[in-house]
């Protein structure tokens, strides 16, 4: 598999007098995870937004490996390998697990969700060879034994891993993750952050959303910063943890 590389230039985005993205610019390369972090509100989703078509930026350009997708509808977007999962976890919860994981294997089909979900079981039954990539990627992400189970049952932590083997069966070569520790206990954000890894390991890009500088800094090759919709330092964790403006916009004046 071999990842794309994400380039956005200048990107910004406003609502109606609220500037939720200024002007945005990061590059997020094959082979690494890219952090991109601030404190809530500071544009991270709405960028995501923005990567993935659903909103249309107002000013700047986004760049898959080179081509301006800028101005391409949603599904294009996917159909060219861009994956994400959600901040607030979107799968269907009387579906089990591996009835929501083939929707992702299915949304080349661009059919509706509840359409695919009706043919499901004659799908279960004649694409074996898209049925057996599902339950390998169950596998990858370590919840083999849910296969069955109604996914609305599951705790917060399968449920997340769930959203990312769904992404992951689309087949992307960028993925991208809306605060996935978000509500994860320790032990889940370990074993998610050694997912993570093992994605980037894969060939797949990462572009990692979190508002926990600790997480994503274990994880990430490169982080960017934002603060206020602005983009207002970017470098390594090691380099970005030390600078005043960063830890100013985490801690507040007082502690910087
Ligand atoms: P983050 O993900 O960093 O917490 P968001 O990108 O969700 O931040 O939000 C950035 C700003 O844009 C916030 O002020 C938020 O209220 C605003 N915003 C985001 N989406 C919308 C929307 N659809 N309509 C109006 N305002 C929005
Ligand atoms: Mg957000």
């Known amino acids: ?5 994400l380039e956005l230039q200048n990107v910004a985005k406003h609502f109606q007098g609220v500037i939720a993205v200024d002007s945005v610019s990061l590059v997020a390369r094959q082979g690494q995870v890219t952090g991109l972090i601030g404190p809530n509100g500071s544009g991270k989703t709405t960028t995501m937004n923005i990567i993935t078509g659903l909103y249309p930026a107002d000013g700047g350009v986004v760049l898959l490996d080179g081509v301006d997708i800028s101005e391409i509808q949603p599904y294009r977007i996917a159909s060219l390998g861009v994956a994400r999962t959600f901040q607030n976890i979107r799968l269907l919860p009387q579906g089990s697990v591996l009835e929501n994981v083939l929707l992702g294997a299915h949304r080349h089909q661009n059919a509706n969700l509840f359409d695919v979900l009706l043919r499901l079981p004659r799908l279960a039954r004649s694409e074996n060879a898209e049925v057996e990539r599902c339950e390998q990627l169950l596998s990858t992400v370590g919840i083999s034994h849910l296969r069955d189970v109604a996914v609305g049952g599951l705790s917060y932590g399968d449920r997340r891993r769930v959203e990312i083997a769904r992404a992951l069966a689309t087949k992307p070569r960028l993925l991208l993750l809306d605060e996935p520790a978000a ?41 960017v910063v934002l603060n206020f919709g602005r983009e207002i330092a970017e470098g390594t964790p090691a380099a ?17």
């Open 183 to 223: 509500g994860m206990n320790f032990a889940e954000r370990v074993t998610l952050a050694e997912l993570i890894a093992d994605i980037r390991d894969m060939g797949i890009t990462v572009m990692l959303i979190e508002h926990d500088i600790e997480f994503v800094s274990r994880l990430a090759d490169h982080i």
């Open 1 to 5: 598999m071999s990842g794309a590389t």
């Open 240 to 256: 970005i943890k030390t600078m005043p403006n960063v830890i100013e916009a985490y801690l507040g004046l007082e502690d910087a």
